[in-house]
Each structure stands twice: as C-alpha cells, then as structure tokens.
C-alpha cells in the first residue's frame, strides 16, 4: 500500500476522540489517492495484484476508521470485483477507467422493504423489449444510497404477468432517467455511509448491463459475489480489533485506579488478551479467505468456509468495540470517541451480507447435507476440504456435544453452527497461521474458551 494513503490515515484519524462523522470532502481526498484501485486490473489502470493487496488496503484503512474500511469494501467486494470478473468489456472497461480516474464509489442493492434475507422473496423485475431491459422496484438500505454513481441491482426477471426464479445483477448508474432517492434513514451508526430507499420506476438500461459469466446462473454469480465480500470481512475485523487493543492498552497503561495503573489488574489484562486474540485470529482468516479466493474461480458453494468467516469476524468486531468501551468506561461514552462510535457502528455487522443467526443453521445444514449426520467424523471430513482438522485442543464437552447430543430444534442448530464456525476458525488459525507470530496464543486461546462456552450452554436451550 503506498506511503500516501497511511500518512492521510494516520493524519485524519489517529485522535481517538476526533471520531465525528467526516465530510465528503475528506472522503474524495482520501479516494484521490487511490485505494480502490487495488480492486482493479492493471491492464486497465488499477492496482490489483491478488486479493491479498486490496485486503491488507482495507485493514490498514479500518484500523484508522470503521466506516472507511467499510466504504472500501462495499465499492470494491460488492461493485469493483463483480463487475471486474462478470460484466462485458466495454462496459466493465468503461466504468472501471472512472473509478481509476475520479473519486467515485459503487454499491449493491439486493434489500427490498419487504425483506432482506429470503432473496426468493425479491420483487424488483425487469422486463425484456428486444435489447432493452426496464427495471422496476424498490430497495432500501444500499450502503452508499446517493453517494455512490454506480450500482449493482438484484432483480428478477418478469415473463408476461409472472415473476420467475431468474435473478440476475444489473448495473445501473445513479443518473439514470427512472432512478430516485425516495428517502434517506435517520440511521443508528456509521454515519459517513448514507443509507436510504431508491426508487427503480421504468428504467431502460441496456441488455448488456446483465452481469453475466459462463456457465454460471445469476443467482450462481451472486453467491460467489455475496460470498467473496463476506471472505473480505475479516480484514476489516482484523483492523478494527486491533485498532481497539492498540487504544485501550495505551488507556490502561496510562490510567491508574487504586493506586495502580489499570493494566496490573488480572481482568484488565484478561481483556487486552482477548482483544489481541481477536486481532490475530481475524489477521489469519483474511490471509486465507484472500489467497482461497485467488485459487478458486467460483466459491459460490463454501458454505462453510464463508459463513464461519463471517459469522466470527462480525462477532468480534463488535465484541471488541464493546470490550473497549468498558476499558474506556465514561470516556468512551461520547459520540466523539473511537470506542464509543465502534460500539454503534459494529452492531450491523452481523445483520447484513446474511443475518448470523441465518448463517449459523446454515452451517450446521452444510455438514448434516454433505456428510448425513453431524458428528466428529464428519466434521472433520468438512473441515479437510480446506486442508483443516479439528483443533487438538478442542474441549472433551465439545466433542461429546457432536457426537451425543440430538438436535432437533433450530435452536439447536443454530448454536452447533456458531460452534462449528469457531472450531473453523481455531482450526485455521492454528493449523495456518505462523506460530510465532503476534499474539497467536491469544488467538488459540480465544477459539478454544468460545467453543467450550457455546458447548456449556446446549443443556439450557430450553
Ligand atoms: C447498516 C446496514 C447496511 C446494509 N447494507 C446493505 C447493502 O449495502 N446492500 C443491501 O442490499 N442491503 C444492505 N443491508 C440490508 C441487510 O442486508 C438486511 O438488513 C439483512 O439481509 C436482513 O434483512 P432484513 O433487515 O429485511 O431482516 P429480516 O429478513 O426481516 O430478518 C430479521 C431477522 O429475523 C431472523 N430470521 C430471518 N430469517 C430467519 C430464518 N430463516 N430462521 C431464523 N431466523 C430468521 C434473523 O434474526 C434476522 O436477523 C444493510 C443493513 C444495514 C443495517
């Protein structure tokens, strides 16, 4: 990454109690330097050199500010990648030139106000008339709603009066005759990021503006798109929770209470562990989840893989943020203040890009329809897709919890999917990550306790 964009980073957002929401201007001039071109293709002027560049871009950058890294990953997993690797070439060549040229941002807009999670559910359609297609619906909460020029639009396609399965992306841009934005939502947290509903009445695009690959369906296309942005998230986890322990050990070094400086005390150094443990096992999932994704052209069927990233990545970032707001205790409690601010902005991490409670049966579902059961045996079949093994120090209560116990309650499998996402993630960490490097005990320490934790509570779930 260059010099440049850690020196704006660094300028613009180390105070921690300069966390105000910044103006667009700031925003342009950081794009200016160029971050998103780590997304796209250097034949075509960008930077990218593998996911691994643009992911350490985007953990450098959420180490500074949770927003910014967010804004990073929505333009470039959900707008800059799909349409890099799906859309035609003049019209890929065309609108990835404008993001190397200007200061612009993409997005996605898959949720409609009916609902977000069942995509079945979608009614936003188009209509073919010979190589015109017009688009009509609503959507809502689009990360970026106004801000951002170019979008990709989940849609159906509409045969006479009848909604079909077919659900394809399709790129709009913002100016569009047909597009507005109807309103925009008072939204709890992250601030820079303008969420809103945008209304698709009539709009004519042409045909050519269906993403499209060989051999892959629409909803294929999407899948692999939703699922690569969901592998990127560790990086913005990686750099957030780091973010957090770097703040909150300085605070606790520096702070005494009774006489003694807060970091002597046993839980307050408990919590400065678990805060780098998380830091380190997000840093070894985006090392993985970053070359898996390079050596995989369609990864639109790693349920597990993907949901185990995603389910721990946003459950630590928003663990960590809470963490250190209680370090912080009343300092963090203002609008202003990094931990504070985490503290709201982290909470929609595990509501979009799948809601975990869904991912988390989702995960338990994979296992039981790969193998017919979920038990140790088959766990670890799973698991070796990835070159993984459960973890050698998993709990006996675990194991015993996969091989004994019934499920048959959602419930049920929606705790054995959380489960099953932080072996994964204990797995890889440990079987994968340098054991030497920064905080690696605090990593396998925090896998292991989270596992045992969620095995503890299966006799209560009532
Ligand atoms: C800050 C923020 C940013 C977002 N960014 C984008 C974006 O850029 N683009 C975009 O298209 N959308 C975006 N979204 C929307 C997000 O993807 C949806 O909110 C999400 O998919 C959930 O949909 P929903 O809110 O309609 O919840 P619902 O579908 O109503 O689900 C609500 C809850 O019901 C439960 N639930 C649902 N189904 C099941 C089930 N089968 N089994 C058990 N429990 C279930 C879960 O607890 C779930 O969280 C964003 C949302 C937020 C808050």
Known sequence: MTKDIIAFLKQHFSDIEKHTPYAKER?????????????????LGGRFQGALSYLNTIETT????????????ITGSLFLSPMSRHAAPELRDSVLKNFVDTPTLGGMMITEPAGGTDVFGLTTHYE????????????????????????????????????????????VPLCAPGVKVETYFDALGLQPIPY???????????????????????????NDTLFRSRLGMPAIASGHCKRMADV??????DRHVFGKALIEYDQVQYRIETLRGMAALNHALWQYTGKWMDDHADISSHYTLVNAAKLVCSETIQAASDSAVQLFASAAFKRNHIAGRAYVDSRPFPIFEGSNDVLDENLYDT???????????????????????????????VLD????????SQRDKVLQGRMLAWLFVGALHDQTAPHESEHFAQGQQLAIRRVAELAAQAPYLG
């Open 367 to 397: 296992v039981v329809s790969r193998h017919g059961q979920c038990n140790c045996v088959t766990v670890n079949q799973e698991f070796s897709q990835f070159g993984l093994s459960l973890p050698g120090r998993t709990p006996q209560s």
């Open 248 to 253: 909150a050990s300085q605070r606790v070094n």
């Open 196 to 222: 809103g509903r945008t209304q698709y009445d009539q709009v004519e695009i042409p045909e050519t503006h269906i993403l499209a690959s060989e051999g892959m369906s629409g909803l294929r296309l999407l």
């Open 128 to 171: 073919t008339n010979g190589d015109k297609l017009r688009l009509s619906g609503s959507k809502c909460w689009g990360g970026l709603t106004g801000l951002a020029d170019h979008w990709l639009v989940g849609a159906r396609a509409k045969r006479g009066d009848r909604l079909t399965k077919k659900l394809n992306l399709l790129y």
């Open 27 to 43: 925003l342009e001039a950081f794009l200016n330097l160029g971050p998103l071109h780590y997304f796209i293709p250097k034949s």
């Open 62 to 73: 959420s180490y500074y500010s949770l927003p910014l890294g967010l804004t990073l990953g």
């Open 401 to 408: 919890l996969l091989d004994k116990r019934t499920v048959e």
